[in-house]
């Protein structure tokens, strides 16, 4: 029997639900478990600048949700071999920054470690595939892609709700564009799962936030969305539609240009931590973290249609959308540069009376890095070192 609309409609409907359920139940018992454990995040005053201990394994609570739905609502057709490369590289990103976030992993060992998991969803199918060119080229865009992507996702987890909540729009997206050009139901089942996932964990997240997504989460999903993203067939109407993905996600990538053009500027290496982010730029200038997170999702919901309108809108217009995209990101980083960036060891700034509660400034970055900022501090020099899949949370 062939599935109706209807049908799709419902079983889509029905993983959203579940997944979004599953972690609603699932986050307030991570949130005990790491603080029975003392997994959290406690503020210092210097790097820390929320404003109570907050516990990190948000990530667990996400992966948690999505992989339970999956496991319950897949059909054949939606587990294929793909889906199961995925959910393999997916586990190996998640232990790996759950072991980050335990432990202190170095950079070396960290990218090596998403490097073997890209190598296995590109061996399960989970690839870029650009006509003409050799298999070793488009290997190599493959795991340059997932890479970026994973930590891009892992850099721009700045701000309460930031990270997670740019990852549902994205998935939202994903999930719209891959059910109308899509045969296959891989790509809309996992986005939507996904999505329902992070729509809940952002109940807990959003400022002000009683957990973090730590390396665990913001690996993960940044590792899943990559992934997913390079499984639709943009260009079955219009060739230039191979770059839907990169506008879609947009705004990480953007950040973490933005932050590796400054360091560079100042000679400060990637791989160490600086207040040069956009959000934290915002934040700065005047805005609260509810501002600024808002503003950013509504660029990213902007950038979603606009990915709707490279895929399916006129052939013609697709090089104009794209150039005008290209210069809105380059004068909106020539004005962001203007805006000075937060000191690095600066108090924090007093509470915005507008927002409810006692939202903090932002936080201090993931757990890895601020304990190589506290060792660091011990040193002689007092360099706050850090891992390249990391942002500086100020």
């Known amino acids: 029997m062939t599935p109706t609309p209807l049908t799709y409609a419902v079983w889509y409907g029905l993983a959203f639900l579940t997944a979004l359920s599953l972690v609603l139940f699932v986050t307030p018992l991570t949130i005990r478990v790491a603080i029975n454990f003392k997994i959290h995040d406690a503020p210092d005053g210097r790097l820390k600048k929320h404003t109570q201990p907050t516990p990190y394994l948000g990530g667990l609570a996400v992966a948690s949700g999505f992989v339970i739905a999956f496991g319950l609502l897949s059909t054949p057709a939606s587990a294929k071999d793909q889906a199961m490369g995925i959910l393999a590289g997916g586990f190996m990103v998640l232990l790996l920054g759950l072991y980050d976030d335990l432990t202190n992993l170095k950079p070396g060992v960290k990218f090596l470690g998403q490097l073997l998991a890209a190598v296995v969803i590109w ?6 595939n650009i006509g003409g060119l050799p298999w070793w080229a488009n290997m190599g865009l493959t795991l340059l892609w997932i890479t970026g992507v994973t930590n891009a996702f892992n850099i721009i987890d700045i701000m309460d ?12 997206f994903l999930f719209a564009i891959a059910l109308l050009i899509e045969d296959a139901p891989v790509v809309p089942f996992m986005a939507i799962t996904l999505a329902g996932a992070l729509l809940g964990y952002l109940r807990f997240n959003f400022n002000p936030a009683r957990i973090f997504l730590g390396d665990t989460g913001s690996l993960f999903v940044g590792f899943m969305i990559g992934s997913l993203s390079m499984l639709v067939s943009y260009t079955d109407h219009n060739r230039l539609a191979l770059a ?8 990480p990538i953007f950040d973490t240009a933005f932050v590796a053009w400054h360091r560079a500027r100042k000679g400060i290496p990637f791989f160490r931590g600086s207040p040069d982010h956009f959000a934290l ?27 709707l309108l490279i895929v399916f809108g006129p052939t013609e ?12 990101a380059l004068l909106t980083a020539v004005l962001l540069s203007r805006l000075a960036p937060p000191p690095a060891r600066a108090p924090a700034p007093a509470t915005d009376e507008r927002a409810s509660g006692p939202p903090p400034a932002s936080h201090g970055g993931s757990r ?27």
């Open 123 to 128: 061996k399960a199918g989970v690839q870029v």
């Open 161 to 172: 709700g930031l990270a997670s909540g740019v990852a549902f729009i994205a998935a939202i």
């Open 244 to 251: 839907t993905p990169v506008v879609l996600l947009a705004v």
């Open 281 to 307: 730029r915002l934040r700065h200038a005047g805005l609260s973290v509810r501002q600024v997170v808002l503003r950013v999702y509504a660029v990213s919901v902007t950038l979603g249609g606009v990915a």
């Open 317 to 328: 217009a697709v090089p104009w959308v794209l150039g005008a995209v290209g210069l809105l």
């Open 368 to 394: 890895s890095e601020r304990r190589r900022a506290e060792r660091a501090s011990q040193s002689r020099d007092g360099d706050r070192t850090r891992s390249v899949t990391q942002g500086a949370r100020s």
